[in-house]
């Protein structure tokens, strides 16, 4: 299947400062990328959707100047926390799809990212 | 956006089959069926993908009948390593709405 790849897999942060998590596409073209944050044992939250080349759109509770998202280019999307504190300490994971019609849409996964703020 | 129901845990031993059924009642026309396995601090991993009768690849089956209110996932000859959690998830998978609603999912326990 195709490969989603994040970056990084981990990072500890200090209180107030903002992190930038990268999700790529590799071997295909997204036009569409989903961020999700997972707190422990609990299931994935859907944050935000990105479309390339437009604003994201974000889920109701999640705050979109906290957590800000642009999708630049086909292949890459990047979800930045803002100004981080030690309750936005998660697993952020993004997921990608294929271009609209190209098959029933299965979505791909990249490894996820640990963010811990101290 | 269909909600779905399956089991908070299941338990099994190595070389059992599994089976994991996950209600969705309110699935609409368009829905697919799809199931995800998640393993501890990693992205959920595609399983298998399904809209009526009987799915089968190299890892699993899929069964769902008629009414497609229901579906079940089967893992033959489970191992160790198949130990994880499963999503059930149902969706219009069609062009860019591809926005799913993720449950608790069912935690399988395989044991030697």
């Known amino acids: 299947g195709a490969v989603v790849s994040q970056h990084p897999s981990w990072v500890i942060c200090k209180s107030g400062t903002s992190v930038k998590i990268e999700c790529r596409s590799l071997d295909f073209q997204a036009t569409t990328m989903f961020w999700y944050r997972q707190f422990p044992k609990q299931s994935l939250m859907l944050m935000a959707t990105?479309?390339?080349?437009?604003?994201?759109?974000?889920e109701q509770g999640v705050e979109k100047d906290k957590f800000l998202i642009n999708h630049a280019s086909l292949t890459l999307s990047t979800l930045t926390v803002t100004s981080a504190h030690p309750e936005d300490s998660s697993f952020y994971i993004c997921?990608?799809?294929?271009?609209?019609?190209?098959?029933?849409?299965?979505?791909?996964f990249g490894e996820g990212s640990r963010l811990t703020v101290l | 956006l269909a909600k779905t129901t399956q089991p908070i845990s299941m338990d099994s031993y190595e070389g059992q089959e599994v089976n994991i059924t996950c209600s969705h009642n309110n699935i609409a026309t368009n829905d697919y069926i799809t199931w995800y396995q998640q393993f501890p601090s990693q992205g959920p991993r595609f399983i298998i993908q399904g809209y009526k009768t009987k799915v089968t690849n190299e890892v699993a089956s899929l069964f769902i009948p008629a009414d497609r209110k229901s579906s079940t996932l089967s893992l033959p000859r489970v191992s160790l390593s198949d130990t994880a959690v499963y999503y059930c998830?149902?969706?219009?998978?069609?062009?860019?709405?591809?926005?799913?609603?993720w449950g608790l999912g069912t935690s399988l326990a395989v044991n030697p």
């Open positions: 990105s479309n390339e080349g437009s604003k994201a759109t974000y």
């Open positions: 997921s990608a799809g294929g271009l609209a019609g190209e098959n029933t849409g299965e979505l791909f």
């Open positions: 998830l149902v969706g219009d998978m069609s062009g860019n709405n591809r926005k799913l609603i």
